[in-house]
């Protein structure tokens, strides 16, 4: 598994598990659904620290946390 899908999966998961829609996560990150679903789905080129700060701050946590193999379920 990728650097990048780790991070999608860490980043769906998570946001499950508070309930929220992808549309949801947009609008308390300020990024837009697409994007959200292009990083859950491992379909980035780059990776934004920005987007993931943002998401970070939501789930309240570190975006170290994000990278963590061992959350995956």
Known sequence: M???EVIGKNIMLRRLERG???ENLSTLTGWSRKE???YERG???R???DFLK???I???IEVEELEKKDFIV
């Open 47 to 49: 990776l934004n620290y």
């Open 20 to 22: 929220y829609s992808q």
């Open 58 to 60: 939501v789930f309240e």
């Open 2 to 4: 990728t650097r990048e």
């Open 36 to 38: 959200i679903s292009r």
């Open 54 to 56: 943002s998401v970070a």
């Open 43 to 45: 379909k980035i080129k």
